[in-house]
């Protein structure tokens, strides 16, 4: 009872400690809610919009006595307020007698023309090249950054629960929402702190990190990395506006008076410029859209403030609010640039108004502009190291000088609680089960092992029957010069053993100079993808499916082993060579079989290939963001391109090798953020075999027998159904991300989400290269007398786990046992 009193305590002091708040609800005469009523402290800029279920909250370090609450059709009231804390206000509004004449909202397909509020939205399209750093030859600033995560939602019962017995400690840092109204307590922190130079001349860029500094979790990639990917850059001018891999209409997009109605609300001074105040919400539920306001300079057309907030109907998971704001800096009569720019987001299983969840914060902090101070073009082409380890032993007084904005005390609490926590066995047995279902891995950090992929444990196939797996790495930190991985493998079926191990050695950090090698032991679908890879540990889902579609028979004994060596000459540009030795054999002989003539043999028929092959991959990703510097690095986003380009030489003779031959393939995948219209992900794959060789090591065009939902291959192809020696394919896929059903008044409630695939494959088989897999018992054909291809329709975000797709075959119809229509699907968590 004294622990909570003290809480309780603490609370009623952060209230009064503000100087202003106030939350409640805002009603029609009938009891219906006002979704985006217009909510200000009066005679103030500041103010709020309510939420789709009307709701409310607005917090003020001044002091205001009177709210004025909004909404286009109704009388304006002003609300007086009795204390400096207001809870549980319930406004009503009364319908408007009288018609409106200062501004007109437009629905449909009336006429903008005499909106004055879209007339300035118009002028604001023509100026907004003109304002900020793009005024400027060269430019420079420094920016500081602070990223929190918060525990919110916190009342009494969460406290006393069971779930933080003996952790109760923890509540002593407890804050409020100025944005939420909702209690929060933090638990993690990242300060980043840099100098950024650009010149608009030459369209180059560079960031100067100089230091960071991070509690919490910090020593886990998954985590750091979710962090990492959690806030991208974004502009508010553009079209639209990139989150959790959604794309968002902004409020000021050539394209928004078509998504959002916006009202002319208010005019004033706002740091000596006069200000036009504009309302905008969305016209329809269900769109990733956002409610807000902004304010614009009446003769720049510069935004001088914005605030953006994401509607509850917004088909986006996991999400509960995402609420941002600008302010911009008035350099000059010109000249605004942008000042501090902060982002909330609440994550939360429901959307419902008392769920829990977590806050992620973002600040940025933009100050000491510098124009016109040229640099040479090489001066952008030296980076500093970002995991420079003075970067992350910067004292204390580095960071008295480099914070532009200071930590409050809930922010300064962070590493003295986490120091703390770290010490109390229970926190530590949450903080590694939510580590393992992360990242797959038990960590034994007494032994610096990571014990697993845990997810990989179970398997099952036609030669094996049912599959155990076993596994572990090294790992002393993620930054790791080196690392050691294997694991072991039973079939209950064959009564075998299988094994794979691998080694990585990082030998130069600068140019990622990387040798590697290893060996593995195994039974494998071949034939799921066409570019080829030497991952000596990797393993396609096909070989190991509970499920598959018709017999899925056409497995292969692998004995591979691997020595290869990589660089980077160039961010983003691998170069790797290496050479690589395997014997491959059927794991099934009578179902199916590799045999090929061999006039060596006594009996002219050899049903094992041995070969020694030396590779040259180009990798190009341009646009690849990753985190770490040790052996292995963790990618922060996917929305780069990749180019590969691979050369193998198969050389006989060489340990006993049978086949002389060449291999040029090249692959190419995009992904396209196409507006409010979704993302479209594209790949183009081709490939040519010189020489003469057996099946094993011909290019299989890539079929899926089992009932899950992969890119890039032929969900209603059999494994081996068409063989190549010289192939082209194609893959599209769109998610509308429920575009089209959110205007589907009976769908646009589940939230679901739409996707269409189209694919096409082509390729030749050579006469002699038939002849000379004629033992084989399967049939050899190609696609090359038309293009193979299919199509789908799918359904996402079912249950928001769910995705079903449905698959449907344009032609080889006539092909044995051709499946004509199939079903797939696959689980995830997507926003």
Not at 641 to 659: A, M, P, Q, R
């Amino acid at each position: 009872m004294k622990r909570f009193l003290a809480v309780f305590f603490f609370l009623f002091f952060l209230a009064i400690s503000a100087q202003t708040k106030v939350g409640g609800i805002v009603l029609d005469e009938s009891g219906e809610p006002i979704a985006f009523a217009n909510i200000i402290f009066k005679n103030s800029s500041e103010g709020t919009i309510t939420n789709d279920n009307g709701r409310f909250y607005l917090e003020s370090d001044e002091t205001y006595d009177v709210i004025k609450v909004s909404f286009i059709g109704y009388d304006t009231r002003e609300i007086a307020l009795p204390q400096k804390v207001n809870y549980g206000m319930e406004v009503v509004l009364i319908e408007s007698t009288e018609q409106l004449q200062e501004v007109v909202v437009y629905t449909g397909k009336q006429s903008k023309k005499d909106n004055p509020a879209i007339d300035i939205l118009r002028k604001i399209w023509e100026k907004k090249r003109e304002n900020g750093v793009r005024m400027f030859k060269q430019y420079e600033y420094d920016k500081y950054e602070k990223i929190e995560f918060d525990l919110n939602t916190i009342d009494s019962a969460l406290i006393q629960s069971k779930l933080f017995k003996g952790l109760e400690f923890m509540f002593d840092n407890l804050d409020t929402s100025r944005v939420t109204g909702k209690t929060y307590l933090p638990f993690f922190l990242n300060e980043h702190f840099s100098r950024v130079y650009g010149d608009n001349t030459i369209n180059r860029e560079k960031e100067d990190v100089l230091g960071n500094k991070s509690s919490g979790f910090e020593g886990n990639q998954a985590i750091t990395a979710f962090v990492e990917d959690l806030y991208s850059d974004y502009n508010i001018y553009d079209n639209y506006l990139r989150f959790f891999d959604k794309s968002f209409t902004s409020p000021l997009s050539k394209t928004g008076i078509d998504t959002y109605n916006y009202v002319l609300s208010d005019s004033t001074f706002i740091d000596n410029k006069w200000c036009y105040n504009i309302i905008y919400y969305p016209r329809r539920p269900n769109e990733l859209t956002f409610k807000g306001d902004f304010w614009v300079n009446d003769s720049t057309f510069a935004i001088k403030k914005i605030n953006l907030q994401v509607t509850k109907s917004a088909n986006i998971n996991w999400v509960k609010e995402i609420y941002i704001e600008q302010d911009f800096d008035v350099v000059n009569d010109s000249v605004f640039l942008l000042k501090r720019d902060y982002m909330l987001s609440d994550f939360a299983f429901s959307k419902k108004e008392k769920s829990r969840g977590v806050y992620g914060k973002r600040t940025t902090v933009f100050d000491n502009y510098k124009f016109n101070a040229n640099h040479p073009e090489e001066f952008y082409k030296s980076e500093s190291d970002p995991y420079d380890p003075r970067v992350f032993a910067r004292d204390s007084t580095f960071w008295k000088n480099a914070r532009l904005e200071s930590l409050n005390d809930d922010e300064s609490g962070i590493f003295k609680l986490l120091d703390t926590l770290k010490t109390v066995p229970k926190f530590r047995t949450y903080y590694d089960i939510v580590s393992i279902l992360g990242s797959g891995y038990i960590e034994i950090d007494k032994w610096n092992l990571d014990i697993g992929d845990i997810y990989s444990t179970f398997g099952y196939n036609d030669a094996e029957g049912i599959r155990l797996r076993g596994g572990a790495r090294t790992y002393f930190g993620q930054n790791d010069p080196w690392r050691l991985e294997g694991y072991m493998a039973y079939g209950f079926g064959d009564r075998k053993f299988k094994h794979g191990f691998s080694g990585k050695f990082l030998l130069d950090r600068k140019t990622r100079l990387i040798v590697s090698g290893g060996n593995r032991r195994d039974i494998e679908q071949l034939g799921i993808s066409l570019t080829s890879t030497n991952d000596v540990l990797g393993r396609s889902i096909a070989s190991s499916s509970l499920v598959t579609v018709g017999s899925n028979n056409r497995l292969t004994n692998i004995n591979l082993s691997t020595l290869n060596f990589e660089i980077e000459p160039a961010k983003n540009f691998r170069v790797s060579l290496g050479g690589s030795f395997r014997t491959l054999s059927s794991a099934l002989p009578e179902a199916f079989n590799l045999d090929y003539v061999d006039l060596e043999s006594p009996t002219g028929v050899s049903s094992e290939v041995k070969q020694f092959d030396l590779n040259t991959t180009l990798i190009y990703t341009p646009g690849k963001r990753t985190i770490g510097y040790g052996v292995e690095r963790v990618n922060i986003n996917d929305d780069h391109s990749t180019l590969v380009l691979n050369y193998t030489k198969g050389i006989s003779g060489f340990l006993e090798s049978d086949f002389d031959y060449e291999r040029l393939q090249f692959s190419y995948r995009q992904p396209w953020q196409v507006g409010g219209f979704g993302r479209l992900t594209s790949s183009v794959e081709l490939g040519k075999t010189f020489g003469e060789v057996p099946l094993s090591l011909l290019s299989v065009i890539p079929g899926n027998q089992t009932l899950f939902s992969l890119y890039n291959v032929f969900p209603n192809l059999d494994f081996y159904e068409f063989v190549t020696d010289t192939y082209a394919t194609v893959h599209l896929e769109h998610n509308f991300n429920g575009r089209l059903f959110s205007r589907i008044p009976l769908l646009r409630k589940f939230n679901l989400r739409e996707i269409v695939g189209l694919r096409g494959a082509w390729g030749q088989l050579s006469d002699e290269n038939i002849a000379l897999s004629a033992p084989s018992n399967i049939p050899l054909r190609a696609p090359e007398d038309q293009i193979y291809w299919e199509y789908s329709f799918g359904v996402g975000n079912i249950f928001k786990i769910l995705r079903i797709d449905f698959n449907f075959r344009g032609n080889y119809l006539d092909n044995p046992d051709a499946r004509p229509f199939g079903i797939t699907g696959t689980f995830g968590f997507n926003f």
